[in-house]
Each structure stands twice: as structure tokens, then as C-alpha cells.
């Protein structure tokens, strides 16, 4: 069974960092280009965070820019999203989602629909990351 499994998710004060993991299950994530999403209450689900399967491609969002930092290490099947400087308005709940193989290929060479949750195939169920004092 093919499965994303986020962590590292919790209440941070405004100023503070928290790092997220992704660890998949079931298949190997070498082959996939990973995202992170994010989801307020009230609010649709946006894309923050990008990384090409070997990881030498990152993109972000804006709001998450200088801020941010999309990792992963294909050798122990797991991504990453390190969050610095959180603000009130980070508070969501994170999600990771995978690419196949095929639509990570294409989203290496255009970039144009990855921050659109309905390209991606595997979805964790979430972390909840609140920043508030």
C-alpha cells in the first residue's frame, strides 16, 4: 500500500521554526517529485514547496519565500519542509503529496501546474502546525 506519512507538526510561537517530515511507505520516492501543500480553516488548499525527484529543483510559493526550505533524502525515502520566522497566518494543516513518476518528469521541464493539488496522486493526511503566542 502505497502511503505518505507526515510529522513534525505543532504549536510554535510567531518568530519560531518547526521542520516537517514526509516519510513514504510502499514505494520508493526517488522517482517523485514531492510538494508540500497547506490548508486554513475557511480557506482553499495552497501549495508552498516544491522539489524535483533528486531534489536539485525547488520552487516556493511567495508568502513562504526566504522563509522556507523544501529538502529530502531519497535514502531514507522521506522529504522535508524546514519553516523559519512562522507567522499567525502559516497556521494550517501541511500536507505532502507525491507525483507519479511520468507527471514528475513532465513538472521537472514545466513547472507551470505544480502548485495545483489536483495533479498529485498521493496525499498524507496532514500535520496541524499552529503559530501562536
Known amino acids: 500500500q502505497l502511503q505518505l506519512v507526515e510529522s513534525g507538526g505543532g504549536l510554535v510561537q510567531p518568530g519560531g521554526s518547526l521542520r516537517l517530515s514526509c516519510a513514504a511507505s510502499g514505494f520508493t520516492l526517488d522517482s517523485h517529485a514531492i510538494a508540500w501543500f497547506r490548508q486554513a480553516p475557511g480557506k482553499e488548499r495552497e501549495g508552498v514547496g516544491w522539489?524535483?525527484?533528486?531534489?536539485?529543483?525547488?520552487n516556493y510559493a511567495d508568502p513562504v519565500k526566504g522563509r522556507f526550505a523544501i529538502s529530502r533524502d531519497n535514502a531514507k525515502n522521506t522529504a522535508y519542509l524546514q519553516m523559519n520566522s512562522l507567522k499567525p497566518g502559516d497556521t494550517a494543516v501541511y500536507y505532502c503529496a507525491a507525483l507519479t513518476p511520468l507527471q514528475s518528469l513532465a513538472t521537472r521541464l514545466c513547472q507551470t501546474t505544480i502548485w495545483s493539488s489536483q495533479a498529485y496522486t498521493y496525499w498524507g493526511q496532514g500535520t496541524q502546525v499552529t503559530v501562536s503566542s
Open positions: 522539489i524535483s525527484e533528486s531534489g536539485g529543483i525547488t
